[in-house]
């Protein structure tokens, strides 16, 4: 049996250990990777010293390895019987990097003395991040250019990325090993994928040897975004094809941008995150005499108050009490982005589709602001004047159906946002006056005035629990108006 230990990686100790990439009784070739080591500065794989079937494994996913410290053990292949484990040091990663690239006919102009990456194929047209809008698609693009980065400087020395203040890992005991069929792919490229989420048998390798390129996994997850969660293609998930026009006369309307994009957005949201819907009511029989009170002062400064703008006010005070309501999942969904400021996200109904433009700064501002910028955002929609800039940056979302009708719905949360507040129709509803003392001689039932709230949360970060002490917060605030002053 051949030893293989950490061979000289420079001057760095207690490196981690992040892929294992072949498990006993498995067969490596000379060079081939076997286990990956990262610093808080650079990626290596460790190459195979010789071919042969892999024994014991000596390291788990997470082990802080140095110089010298035993890996695993290797059969070699002309060697029929157990001995002794031999002591071989395979070559020094970036060495072993050379060899084996040169193996694999690559080429690399870097006179390199740690593993690079391949020149990334030129981009094309990065049609589907763009698509996929906002922070998801930075994060996405920014990850992206990390991969294609090189992790090497003229100095030869492993160089600082900016990533390097890239996400952690999820945990080990999470991270299944890669098979040691799995393709090749650089480090850097691992890490990328790792960080995606995408399993590296997945992506079709384009470079030599059918080498995984960053190109091949950006194009992998452009393409799992029209794809379902468990991985059938667009094809295989679509429903059946059928010829309406067998039936009758049909015509066919094409579909307008804006309803393109978030039928994509909608169908990404409502694959990506758990959907659950809590339904509550608000007593607003205060809330609404006091708009009307407000009527004639609102129409003096050309606006109008509707419930949707006390309801914003109510919203942005009780975000303030759940700072996960106002949150994002990041990618790696290690961490919870929680955002300092109070944007909502207001569904507006337009003839060419949904939009949702942002109002930003809720919590400092007054109801006739709201309004007057809620309306002139409305009319920008409807214009179809709202600039990228108009539709970012929510920290939660509101959808009114009030004005239109309905007593309830399921609104999609609008990813990555994890909640969104859908309203439906005020209503005029007999409540009993007494609570639940329903034996109470002088209890009656009074006509109130309600307002149906539906509240979507992505399941993955809200709990049940929180999300109905948020809307009976919401509640209580929209059941006393004068609670929206403080
Ligand atoms: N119950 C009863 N009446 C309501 C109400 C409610 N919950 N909310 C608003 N109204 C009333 C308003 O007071 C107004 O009445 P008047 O005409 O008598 O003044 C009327 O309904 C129309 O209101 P509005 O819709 O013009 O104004 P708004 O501020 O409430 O909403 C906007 C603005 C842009 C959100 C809304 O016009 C809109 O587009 N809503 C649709 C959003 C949507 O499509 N969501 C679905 C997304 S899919 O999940």
């Known amino acids: 049996m051949t030893l293989v230990r950490v061979p000289d990686i420079g001057d760095f100790e207690d490196v981690e250990v992040v892929e294992i990439l072949v498990g006993p009784g498995d067969r490596v070739e000379l060079e081939d990777s076997l286990v990956s080591i990262e610093s808080d500065k650079a990626t290596m794989e460790i190459p195979s010293p010789v071919a042969g079937e892999v024994g014991e494994v000596h390291v788990s996913l997470g082990d802080r390895v140095s110089e010298g410290s035993p890996l695993l053990e290797i059969r070699p292949l002309e060697q029929a019987d157990d001995a002794a484990p031999a002591e071989v040091e395979p070559a020094a990663p970036e060495e072993a990097s050379r060899a084996s690239a040169a ?130 293609s667009a094809a295989e998930e679509s429903p059946p094809a059928v010829d309406a026009a067998r039936f009758g006369p049909v015509h066919e309307e094409p579909l307008g941008k804006i309803r393109r994009v978030s039928a994509r957005n909608l169908a990404r949201s409502w694959r990506t995150a758990p959907h659950v819907t809590q339904h509550d009511e608000a007593d607003v029989t205060e809330l609404e005499a006091f708009r009307k009170t407000l009527a004639e002062d609102a129409k003096e400064r050309g606006v109008k108050l509707s419930p949707l703008h006390f309801v914003m006010k109510a919203v942005a005070i009780a975000l303030r009490d759940f700072p996960d309501m106002r949150s994002s999942l990041s990618l790696d969904g290690e961490r919870l982005i929680v955002k300092d400021y109070v944007h909502l996200g207001i569904a507006v109904d337009t003839e060419h589709g949904l939009v949702v433009p942002v109002v930003r700064d809720v919590d400092r501002k007054g109801l006739h602001g709201l309004a007057e910028e809620l309306a002139e955002l409305a009319d920008k929609a409807r214009a179809r004047r709202l600039g990228p800039a108009d539709m970012q940056g929510a920290s939660f979302t509101i959808s009114s159906l009030g004005g239109i009708g309905g007593t309830a719905f399921s609104p999609i949360v609008n990813v990555p946002e994890v909640a969104l507040l859908g309203l439906s129709k005020l209503s005029v509803k007999p409540v009993w006056n007494a609570g639940l003392d329903v034996g109470r001689e002088d209890g009656r039932f009074e006509p109130r005035i309600t307002l149906p709230l539906s509240l979507s949360y992505d399941h993955r970060v809200i709990d049940g629990a929180v999300a109905v002490r948020f809307t009976t917060r919401l509640v209580r605030l929209l059941s006393h108006p004068a609670h929206l002053l403080l």
């Not at 294609?148 to 160089?159: D, F, I, L, N, Q």
């Not at 048998?201 to 992998?220: F, H, M, N, T, V």
Request: aromatic fraction near 4%; proline fraction near 15%; hydrophobic fraction near 30%.
């Open 103 to 232: 193996d694999r006919g690559e080429t690399s102009a870097a006179p390199a003395t740690a593993r690079t990456e391949e020149e990334p194929p030129p981009t094309g047209p990065r049609s589907a991040p763009s698509e996929a809008g906002g922070e998801e698609a930075e994060a996405f693009e920014s990850r992206a250019k990390e991969a294609e980065a090189p992790e090497v400087e003229a100095s030869g020395e492993p160089a600082l990325r900016p990533g390097d203040a890239a996400p952690r890992r999820p945990p080990v005991a999470e991270e299944p090993a890669p098979r040691p069929d799995a393709p090749h792919a650089s480090p850097l490229v691992r890490r990328f994928a790792r960080e995606l989420g995408v399993d590296l048998q997945r992506p079709r390798g384009s470079g030599p040897q059918g080498r995984i390129l960053p190109e091949d996994i950006k194009a992998y997850v452009r393409d799992a975004f029209g794809r379902g969660a468990g991985g059938e």
